[in-house]
């Protein structure tokens, strides 16, 4: 389940990865990965990276053109695992609400398993691309997030147009509580190390945002719990069938 205009930049990185050395590219990544996250971006050079790596500098940069390439490549396998797993919470459970729910726990556990690296890489990356602070706009890192936010999007609608959600409802605006909540839970959580209450705490901001979206606030069965079972799961089918042949 993709949106080529979305995902565009994402395969571009990853793929073009794959069809490299593989053993090569994950030694010379996992050495920009630790580094960058101890010493900083500007702080670690590209020979240093290379020698823990253990190859030559003109090797890394057979693969990677640039530090900032080698930052983007990160970032974006990253966003690659969270898209990956939101795209498979779609697939199997159709109920909105649900979905918001397992989607919000996806975004902090993969988020919250090196918090502090993951942060130090995004504000590393927003220090070397300008465009970050002025034309955010068309810049890997704005691209990445399209890739991953386009699945809320995915969920939002479909439950439109399966009447669960409001027809009127601020797309744009959800969105922003969605991860805007979800962002601030996860460093909020990784500096009191409170972890263990992430359930409880996703379901606490999950919740207002549902009542505010959905239809039917009273979230009420209908008078045919079956037949409307029945006719999500249809649309949702005819849904994903559509998107496999796009």
């Known amino acids: 389940m993709t949106d080529t205009g979305r995902a565009t930049v994402t395969e571009s990185i990853v793929e073009r990865l794959r069809g490299r050395n593989e053993e090569r590219a994950e030694n010379i990544l996992r050495a920009a990965t630790e580094l960058f996250g101890e010493e900083g971006f500007h702080a670690v050079s590209t020979r240093k990276i290379a020698a823990a790596a253990g190859v030559s500098e003109g090797t890394l940069f057979n693969y990677f053109s640039s530090k900032n390439e080698l930052i983007s490549a990160i970032l974006a396998r990253i966003y690659e695992e969270l898209t990956e797993k939101a795209n498979g919470i779609l697939r199997s459970h159709f109920a909105t609400r649900e979905r918001l729910q397992l989607l919000a726990e996806n975004h902090i556990q993969v988020m919250s398993r090196d918090n502090a690296l993951f942060m130090r890489l ?21 691209e990445l997030n399209l890739s991953y936010a386009w699945v809320f999007d995915f969920a939002v609608r479909e439950g439109m147009e399966r009447g669960e959600v409001r027809a009127d409802a601020n797309l744009p605006a959800l969105r922003d509580l969605f991860f805007g909540g979800l962002e ?11 972890f263990a209450e992430m359930p409880g705490r996703v379901h606490s901001i999950v919740e207002p945002l549902w009542q505010s979206m959905c239809a039917d606030p009273a979230s009420s069965p209908p008078a045919d719990a079956m037949t409307r079972a029945c006719e999500r799961l249809e649309a949702a089918a005819e849904r994903l069938e559509q998107l496999a042949k796009s």
């Open 122 to 142: 995004i504000q590393s990356y927003m220090n070397v691309d300008i465009r970050g602070y002025t034309e955010i706009a068309g810049s890997v890192l704005h």
């Open 184 to 194: 601030y839970c996860n460093r909020s959580l990784f500096l009191h190390d409170a």
